[in-house]
């Protein structure tokens, strides 16, 4: 089977990258929007806190769970939702207690005695200060990553793809923490974990598509940036549809099937899987043009570089013949 | 069939090696007598107790200086050195000489004895406080102390494998797999928590029927101090407060019975020191029947009238005990006591069946996902796909594989990132694959096609790796816990897949190169190349 057939006509990507940049800087500044007014909705992870999840012997009575929870002053604020199912809710409270042997479950579970038959299946319970530095660590690991990431690039490129994946990079991780503001979903570990997957699942499309322009500029006759954008794109959209597709329905599966914990954690994937092919195809590449890349520099430093290598090796089969 | 190559031979070796090693860690829910190594479930999956713990270090600060303050106070009454106005406040021991003769004796004397203390003079008033370096010294001591304490007291309470290790530069990590109950959960914590101070005291009779008139600050001036009973808090005590012995004179502690009935007690032994102390105060104490109190934790839980002298450190405590609460506090008090009290900064409790939950959706998430893959891969390209599918197989277990030799923990994210790797894992395939299509539609041969396909997919496919798993590593390095398990996970599946991904199917093609039909590519490839194109 074949979807993109081989003697595909190339697409005209570049001609339509204003038109798409334009959108790409609207989403993104939409995301920007959301990220200051409505602003991450923090988990125990990183605000700190309890969620306790209690489960019912038949169902919940969330309402006479709410009543007795705001008689205690110490849980007046302390939300209560439906976890996954009928018969069993999370409760969400600020407070936390320093107290190893007594501490806020147990505090809960006297309290909830007289509505009914229920289990506390699991507690998770975050100090303030544990919270910020989680959140100092999280922002640390997205720095070194790219910082490791551009180093790489630039390495094996050139310092203008580096920079145009980093920035496609940045899009499409602002682009889904601004969903996460949009839904208010809650931000806990497993989410900057998949901020830290899309990073890495960004990346990867990027830097297939570079390689194959790199590839381009090795061995397409003309000189026109654009000219070899378009149809390197056009040669790795098999590709980056087919690999987009398969971990976008893994993801789906995990996100319809994986339980009520890793929801946060796929819904934030499945945003990041589509964002990141879409800029991988639209984006990054337009990126590459705005920052001047210009191919007889690079066929030029590529030449020199092969003119040194050989040089070296000419010397050192001298050397071996012994002539030096 | 063409000749075995050394790709086939490796993969092969590979694939072996992956099946063997992960099948004690697949057997490990149906048959739990499966020996060989493996993969450690975490806590969020097989349930369990993890806390992060802090050591309050200032209270281990304020007892070193309080016990500077009484070895100054004794040195100075030794040399018969007249002073006042001792007392430990604000972090400092501060006296004041009365005569002025005496200082460079004291001066000599502080420094021969207190060697890390800084000691600041103002005429004849003497400030001492800790230096930097004892004070750094005796907080790190408190926090390894707390671990090795609480790691004493796991160890015997019996569970299976807890873990105490000290995290950072202050913080204790505690985790203890295979809890079952709240109830057992909160008793482990209550064991955690013990501050397991013991202490012997005498009971102040002179003043002791005055004692429900007194104050605090009362009771403090005669040298005294007003404890309550560990049973009825409304029956107090009035003891010396200095000791007649501590915990740190005790050598053993084991659950007994009383003779005539089963009311569990504490039997301990004293120290050579101790049974000597112990000893010479039941002989004075003896002919006025005079009563000495067993403390613990600031709680009096016994005060018999001594009766005789004793010898030989064998004492008991008796009180309302119930047989676990007698078991635990006999383990804190062989565990010895924390320097300084813990408390929680973070705390995670997963019950045994919402673990089993987390396992069911996550498999149930892996294996929907996973045929998924292989039933698409195989439409779309054939026994092209099939060969991806192989070695998609053998990166599976691979990761297991490698998981169990390291004895790697599995998360519920690290199962989240294996479902990852799946869908991530056969993208080097689709790579591979695509350049041999278009290879072929160029009208290569199959040898030429595959070798320039392979060749033309590497460096995509090692740039594209490399820096996923940069992001991977960092990820390790920063996280705490679950999401470590995630980032592993995902590391090994993306080194595992270029073994698998680029080398085995690399193989497996070379070998079955000679049975490709170039006039069934359709079937092979997923392709069908019009005439034109050649």
Same mark, same amino acid.
């Given at each position: 089977?074949?979807?993109?057939?081989?003697?595909?006509?190339i697409i005209g990507f570049m001609a339509?990258a204003?038109?798409?940049?334009?959108?790409?800087?609207?989403?993104?500044?939409?995301?920007?929007?959301?990220?200051?007014?409505?602003?991450?909705?923090?988990?125990?992870?990183?605000?700190?806190?309890?969620?306790?999840?209690?489960?019912?012997?038949?169902?919940?009575?969330?309402?006479?769970?709410?009543?007795?929870?705001?008689?205690?002053? +110490?849980?007046?604020?302390?939300?209560?939702?439906?976890?996954?199912?009928? *018969?069993?809710?999370?409760?969400?409270?600020?407070?936390?207690?320093?107290?190893? *042997?007594?501490?806020?479950?147990?505090?809960?579970?006297?309290?909830?005695?007289?509505?009914?038959?229920?289990?506390?299946?699991?507690?998770?319970?975050?100090?303030? +200060?544990?919270?910020?530095?989680?959140?100092?660590?999280?922002?640390?690991?997205?720095? =070194?990553?790219?910082?490791?990431?551009?180093?790489?690039?630039?390495?094996?490129?050139?310092?203008?793809?580096?920079?145009?994946?980093?920035?496609?990079?940045?899009?499409?991780?602002?682009?889904?923490?601004?969903?996460?503001?949009?839904?208010?979903?809650?931000?806990?570990?497993?989410?900057?974990?998949?901020?830290?997957?899309?990073?890495?699942?960004?990346?990867? *499309?990027?830097?297939?598509v570079f390689?194959r322009i790199?590839?381009g500029i090795?061995?397409i006759?003309s000189?026109n940036l654009n000219e070899i954008i378009d149809e390197s794109v056009t040669r790795?959209?098999?590709?980056?549809?087919?690999?987009?597709?398969?971990?976008?329905?893994?993801?789906?599966?995990?996100?319809?099937?994986?339980?009520?914990?890793?929801?946060?954690?796929?819904?934030?994937?499945?945003?990041?899987?589509?964002?990141?092919?879409?800029?991988?195809? =639209?984006?990054a590449s337009p990126i590459l043009m705005?920052?001047?890349f210009?191919v007889?520099?690079?066929?030029?430093?590529?030449? +020199?570089?092969?003119?040194?290598?050989?040089?070296?090796?000419?010397?050192? +089969?001298?050397?071996?013949?012994?002539?030096? | 069939?063409?000749?075995?190559?050394?790709?086939?031979?490796?993969?092969?070796?590979?694939?072996?090696? &992956?099946?063997?090693?992960?099948?004690?860690?697949?057997?490990?829910?149906?048959?739990?007598?499966?020996? %060989?190594?493996?993969?450690?479930?975490?806590?969020?999956?097989?349930? &369990?107790?993890?806390?992060?713990?802090?050591?309050?270090?200032?209270?281990?600060?304020?007892?070193?200086?309080?016990?500077?303050?009484?070895?100054?106070?004794?040195?100075?009454?030794? $040399?018969?050195?007249?002073?006042?106005?001792?007392? !430990?406040?604000? /972090?400092?021991?501060?006296?004041?000489?009365?005569?002025?003769?005496?200082?460079?004796?004291?001066?000599?004397?502080?420094?021969?004895?207190?060697?890390?203390?800084?000691?600041?003079?103002?005429?004849?008033?003497?400030?001492?406080?800790?230096?930097?370096?004892?004070?750094?010294?005796?907080?790190?001591?408190?926090?390894?102390?707390?671990?090795?304490?609480?790691?004493?007291?796991?160890?015997?309470?019996?569970?299976?494998?807890?873990?105490?290790?000290?995290?950072?530069?202050?913080?204790?990590?505690?985790?203890?797999?295979?809890?079952?109950?709240?109830?057992?959960?909160?008793? !482990?914590?209550?064991?955690?928590?013990?501050?397991?101070?013991?202490?012997?005291?005498?009971?102040?009779?002179?003043?002791?029927?005055?004692?429900?008139?007194?104050?605090?600050?009362?009771?403090?001036?005669?040298?005294?101090?007003?404890?309550?009973?560990?049973?009825?808090?409304?029956?107090?005590?009035?003891?010396?407060?200095?000791?007649?012995?501590?915990?740190? #004179?005790?050598?053993?502690?084991?659950?007994?019975?009383?003779?005539?009935?089963?009311?569990?007690? !504490?039997?301990?032994?004293?120290?050579?020191?101790?049974?000597?102390?112990?000893?010479?105060?039941?002989?004075?104490?003896?002919?006025?029947?005079?009563?000495?109190?067993?403390?613990?934790?600031?709680?009096?839980?016994?005060?018999?009238?001594?009766?005789?002298?004793?010898?030989?450190?064998?004492?008991?405590?008796?009180?309302?005990?119930?047989? $676990?609460?007698?078991?635990?506090?006999?383990?804190?008090?062989?565990?010895?006591?924390?320097?300084?009290?813990?408390?929680?900064?973070?705390?995670?409790?997963? %019950?045994?069946?919402?673990?089993?939950?987390?396992?069911?959706?996550?498999?149930?998430?892996?294996?929907? /996902?996973?045929?998924?893959?292989?039933?698409?891969? @195989? @439409?779309?390209?054939?026994?092209?796909?099939?060969?991806?599918?192989?070695?998609?197989?053998?990166?599976?277990?691979?990761?297991?594989?490698?998981?169990?030799?390291? /004895?790697?923990?599995?998360?519920?994210? %690290?199962?989240?990132?294996?479902?990852?790797?799946?869908? #991530?894992?056969?993208?080097?395939?689709?790579?591979?694959?695509?350049? @041999?299509?278009?290879?072929?539609?160029? &009208?290569?041969?199959?040898?030429?096609?595959?070798?320039?396909?392979?060749?033309?997919?590497?460096?995509?496919?090692?740039?594209?790796?490399?820096?996923?798993?940069?992001?991977?590593?960092?990820?390790?390095?920063?996280?705490?816990?679950? !999401?470590?398990?995630?980032?592993?996970?995902?590391?090994?599946?993306?080194?595992?897949?270029?073994?698998?991904?680029?080398?085995?199917?690399?193989?497996?093609?070379?070998?079955?190169?000679?049975? @490709?039909?170039?006039?069934?590519?359709?079937?092979?490839?997923?392709?069908?190349?019009?005439?034109?194109?050649?």
């Amino acid at each position: 089977m074949e979807v993109f057939k081989y003697n595909q006509p190339i697409i005209g990507f570049m001609a339509n990258a204003k038109k798409v940049g334009i959108f790409s800087v609207v989403m993104v500044l939409t995301s920007l929007v959301l990220l200051m007014t409505k602003g991450l909705n923090y988990g125990i992870d990183f605000a700190g806190g309890t969620v306790i999840q209690v489960k019912y012997e038949g169902n919940a009575p969330i309402e006479d769970v709410r009543k007795l929870l705001q008689k205690e002053k +110490a849980y007046e604020g302390a939300s209560v939702t439906f976890f996954g199912s009928d *018969d069993e809710i999370a409760i969400r409270t600020k407070s936390t207690s320093k107290d190893v *042997d007594v501490d806020v479950s147990d505090e809960i579970r006297t309290i909830l005695a007289p509505t009914g038959k229920f289990k506390i299946r699991g507690v998770d319970m975050v100090g303030p +200060a544990v919270g910020d530095e989680l959140r100092e660590q999280g922002l640390l690991a997205m720095l =070194f990553s790219i910082i490791g990431i551009l180093i790489y690039i630039s390495f094996r490129f050139e310092w203008r793809f580096a920079l145009a994946s980093v920035m496609a990079l940045m899009h499409d991780v602002t682009i889904a923490l601004g969903s996460l503001a949009l839904f208010q979903i809650d931000v806990n570990l497993p989410i900057l974990a998949a901020i830290l997957t899309i990073l890495g699942y960004s990346l990867n *499309d990027t830097v297939i598509v570079f390689d194959r322009i790199r590839e381009g500029i090795r061995n397409i006759k003309s000189s026109n940036l654009n000219e070899i954008i378009d149809e390197s794109v056009t040669r790795t959209l098999s590709r980056t549809t087919l690999t987009s597709l398969t971990t976008f329905f893994v993801v789906l599966t995990l996100y319809l099937f994986g339980g009520e914990i890793l929801k946060g954690f796929s819904f934030t994937l499945l945003v990041g899987v589509v964002v990141g092919t879409y800029s991988s195809i =639209f984006v990054a590449s337009p990126i590459l043009m705005w920052l001047n890349f210009s191919v007889s520099e690079f066929r030029a430093k590529e030449a +020199a570089a092969l003119k040194r290598e050989k040089e070296k090796e000419k010397q050192r +089969a001298m050397y071996e013949q012994g002539t030096m | 069939m063409g000749k075995l190559n050394y790709r086939v031979v490796v993969f092969l070796f590979a694939f072996i090696f &992956g099946v063997v090693f992960s099948i004690p860690s697949l057997m490990q829910s149906t048959d739990s007598n499966t020996t %060989g190594k493996k993969i450690t479930l975490g806590l969020d999956l097989q349930g &369990g107790l993890h806390m992060l713990l802090s050591v309050k270090t200032e209270v281990a600060l304020e007892s070193k200086l309080k016990s500077i303050g009484t070895s100054v106070k004794y040195n100075l009454e030794d $040399e018969d050195i007249i002073f006042e106005d001792l007392k !430990i406040s604000d /972090g400092k021991v501060v006296f004041e000489l009365l005569d002025k003769d005496d200082a460079p004796k004291v001066d000599k004397l502080l420094q021969d004895k207190f060697k890390e203390v800084t000691i600041k003079k103002d005429a004849l008033v003497y400030e001492m406080t800790l230096s930097p370096e004892l004070a750094k010294k005796t907080e790190q001591h408190a926090i390894d102390q707390a671990v090795d304490t609480i790691r004493n007291r796991l160890n015997m309470f019996g569970l299976a494998e807890p873990t105490v290790a000290k995290q950072g530069k202050d913080k204790i990590l505690v985790e203890v797999p295979g809890i079952k109950t709240a109830a057992d959960e909160q008793r !482990i914590r209550a064991l955690i928590a013990k501050a397991a101070h013991l202490q012997m005291m005498a009971v102040d009779e002179d003043r002791f029927n005055r004692l429900y008139s007194m104050t605090d600050a009362e009771a403090k001036q005669y040298g005294d101090v007003i404890l309550p009973d560990v049973a009825d808090n409304r029956t107090k005590y009035l003891l010396y407060s200095i000791p007649i012995l501590d915990g740190s #004179m005790l050598t053993d502690a084991q659950v007994g019975y009383e003779k005539n009935g089963n009311r569990p007690l !504490i039997n301990f032994s004293l120290n050579g020191q101790g049974a000597k102390i112990f000893g010479d105060f039941t002989e004075k104490a003896a002919p006025t029947k005079a009563r000495m109190a067993v403390v613990l934790d600031g709680q009096v839980y016994t005060a018999p009238h001594v009766q005789t002298r004793i010898g030989g450190g064998g004492v008991q405590i008796t009180g309302d005990f119930t047989p $676990e609460e007698a078991h635990d506090i006999a383990i804190a008090l062989r565990s010895g006591a924390l320097l300084a009290p813990v408390q929680v900064e973070e705390k995670r409790s997963v %019950g045994p069946s919402l673990g089993a939950d987390s396992i069911k959706a996550s498999s149930i998430a892996l294996i929907i /996902g996973f045929v998924m893959v292989v039933i698409f891969m @195989i @439409i779309y390209y054939g026994m092209a796909g099939i060969v991806a599918n192989t070695a998609l197989i053998a990166n599976l277990f691979l990761i297991l594989a490698i998981m169990s030799l390291f /004895g790697a923990t599995l998360t519920l994210p %690290g199962m989240a990132g294996i479902v990852l790797t799946v869908g #991530m894992a056969v993208d080097a395939n689709v790579i591979i694959n695509e350049r @041999i299509r278009e290879l072929l539609h160029e &009208g290569a041969s199959i040898t030429k096609a595959i070798e320039q396909g392979y060749n033309n997919a590497f460096t995509a496919i090692w740039d594209a790796n490399v820096t996923t798993l940069i992001a991977a590593v960092v990820l390790y390095a920063y996280g705490t816990g679950p !999401i470590k398990g995630f980032a592993l996970t995902i590391s090994i599946g993306i080194l595992a897949s270029m073994l698998t991904a680029i080398l085995g199917t690399h193989g497996i093609y070379q070998w079955l190169t000679p049975k @490709i039909d170039k006039n069934r590519l359709g079937f092979w490839f997923g392709i069908k190349p019009k005439k034109g194109e050649k």
